[in-house]
């Protein structure tokens, strides 16, 4: 059990340029969570998947975002024309069946400039 | 609009002492709590889960858990230095079967003087 992994752990970028991250879960969850931190807050419900279905978006999550679990294994959350506002830590969570205990991957941190 | 309310602190206890921290949740059908420790600039990593009325104790950790109030705390006890860290309480606040997605409070941040 080598726990949840995320690529890249830093990002900084242009406004306006996309940009994509990685999230692979603890093998054999089959639920996979994405949120978002800003300093200071707690982290934010964007998408849940279950397998490779995406059961649920947050309204936080614009039309400027998207995520993906092709295989219901790793997973991809892709940001286009990124804003300032779009700046965070953005974690990965993962959980098996059955479970509700979600355990979080190191993040990616991204600065928007 | 589905909440999960703590102090944010900072709350501050000399080493060996207990350290209290108190989340209220605002969806009276959450069943499933959870205790996170934040590390400055480091994700959160998972402490005690807790789904009964009552105490439930692992080490130095004790969650209590009252869901007529809708009230969910933390005790540490001894407390360390190293305990210092942002404490987030999360609840599932799902109303289906497959929904498990957190909430999450802003966060306490305990320091711990030796």
């Known amino acids: 059990d080598t726990g949840v992994s995320q690529d890249p752990r830093h990002k900084i970028t242009k406004r306006g340029q996309n940009v994509t991250f990685r999230c692979d879960p603890i093998s054999e969850h089959n639920r996979l969570y994405w949120y978002r931190q800003t300093l200071g807050q707690g982290p934010e419900f964007l998408t849940y998947f279950q397998n490779e279905a995406q059961l649920e978006k947050s309204r936080l999550l614009s039309d400027r975002f998207s995520a993906e679990r092709p295989k219901g294994s790793f997973s991809t959350l892709e940001i286009q024309r990124t804003e300032q506002g779009d700046s965070a830590m953005y974690l990965c969570a993962s959980s098996p069946q059955g479970v509700e205990t979600q355990y979080f991957g190191p993040g990616t941190r991204l600065l928007v400039l | 609009q589905k909440e999960v309310e703590q102090n944010s602190g900072p709350l501050s206890v000399p080493e060996g002492a207990i350290a209290s921290l108190n989340c209220t949740y605002s969806?009276?059908?959450?069943?499933?709590f959870f205790w996170y420790r934040q590390y400055s600039g480091k994700s959160p990593e998972l402490i005690m889960s807790i789904y009964s009325n009552g105490d439930k104790e692992d080490g130095r950790f004790t969650a209590q858990l009252n869901k007529a109030s809708q009230y969910v705390s933390l005790l540490i006890r001894d407390s360390q230095p190293s305990d210092s860290a942002t404490y987030l309480c999360a609840v599932n606040m799902g109303s289906g079967g497959s929904n498990y997605k957190l909430t999450f409070g802003k966060g306490t941040l305990l320091t711990v003087n030796p």
């Open positions: 969806d009276r059908g959450s069943q499933s």
